[in-house]
Nanobody, 121 residues
Framework: QVHLVESGGGLVQPGGSLRLSCAASGRFSSINTMVWYRQAPGKQRELVAFITTGGTTNFADSVKGRFTISRDNAKNTVDLQMHSLKPEDTAVYYC???????????????WGQGTQVTVSS
């Protein structure tokens, strides 16, 4: 069984920083692109940032210049470093990845359980 587990959420003041981490565990062969999404109350889930196996990154316009994403392929982790946080960044942040594994070595899409980020004074 493969799991994605996020950590690092919490309450932070506007202008502050927070680092989210996501770790993949279980038996698998490979992880493709790793993605961070977020979902604010009453809004649709939106893509925040992704990073490919080769390290190519992309970000939502709303977080460009404030967030960075990195991964450690040896540790099967992906981090989201968030700076200059705004109240509108408040959301549940989810980790997502396509992971190769299972008896027939197929790609499956996995989601973490989410971690709450609240930006408020």
């Amino acid at each position: 069984q493969v799991h994605l587990v996020e950590s690092g959420g919490g309450l932070v003041q506007p202008g502050g920083s927070l680092r989210l981490s996501c770790a993949a565990s279980g038996r698998f062969s490979s992880i493709n692109t790793m993605v961070w999404y977020r979902q604010a109350p009453g809004k649709q889930r939106e893509l925040v940032a992704f990073i490919t196996t080769g390290g190519t990154t992309n970000f939502a316009d709303s977080v460009k210049g404030r967030f960075t994403i990195s991964r450690d392929n040896a540790k099967n982790t992906v981090d989201l470093q968030m700076h200059s946080l705004k109240p509108e960044d408040t959301a549940v942040y989810y980790c997502n990845a396509e992971i190769l594994g299972g008896r027939f070595q197929l790609w499956h899409n996995y989601w973490g359980q989410g971690t709450q980020v609240t930006v408020s004074s």
